[in-house]
């Protein structure tokens, strides 16, 4: 009977942590989604918790339990989709890229990522983002493809590397700001194929 009602109290906590779960997910959900909406108006400096937490709908108590304010908020936000972003390049390295020079499959991956975020990225590359996530999100990938992709630069001999670079992440910024400003017609398959053949024309034989 003791075993019957352990069992029946470990299904009951294991549930009540999942109700937790979704309850915290959807209350950091709505707090992202709104900081987006008012950073469309507004700088993040200008934003109070007060403000956000109405919007959200959301106790500022219940804010305070989760961010130290709303810095704090945007800088997790941005963590988050670093993360994404590393975990997506790690994937295509030397197999994927080196051997086939197919940029195809990496690229859909991070629009795709970027569609899933679009609230955020669109903020992000915007006319009131963060420099720092954008100086971060460089150096995370600048320090990628040295590593994985070195091979290749010294295939292609890119001498001027940096300034290859900086042109490559420049002109994938300018796309996702057309793309967000045109309304998102093409999908991040057909994002991708652009960006492949903006790399193939660019880069030297």
């Known amino acids: 009977m003791t075993k019957q009602n352990d069992s029946k109290d470990g299904g009951r906590a294991a549930v009540r942590t999942a109700t937790t779960d979704r309850r915290i997910r959807k209350t950091t959900a709505a707090l992202k989604h709104s900081l987006t909406e008012l950073m469309k108006k507004k700088k993040l ?71 899933d975020n679009v609230d955020l990225v669109r903020i992000l590359v915007g006319e009131n983002g963060d420099i720092k996530f954008l100086n971060n999100l460089q150096l995370l990938l600048r320090d990628r493809f040295l590593r994985d992709w070195g091979s290749l630069i010294r295939k292609r001999k890119l001498e001027h590397f940096d300034a290859y670079f900086a042109f490559i992440v420049g002109g994938c910024i300018s796309l996702l700001q057309y793309w967000f400003r045109d309304g998102m017609q093409e999908s991040p398959i057909e994002l991708a194929e652009i960006t492949g053949q903006f790399l193939d024309r660019s880069l030297p034989y």
């Open 45 to 115: 400096k200008d934003i109070s918790v007060k403000e956000l937490t109405e919007l959200a709908d959301v106790n500022r108590g219940t804010f305070y339990l989760h961010y130290k304010d709303v810095f704090d908020l945007m800088e997790q936000s941005e963590d988050e989709l670093i993360c994404l972003l590393r975990d997506a390049v790690a994937k295509y390295s030397h197999d994927n890229i080196i051997y086939n020079e197919n940029f195809i499959p990496l690229f859909q991956e991070i629009y795709q990522i970027c569609l």
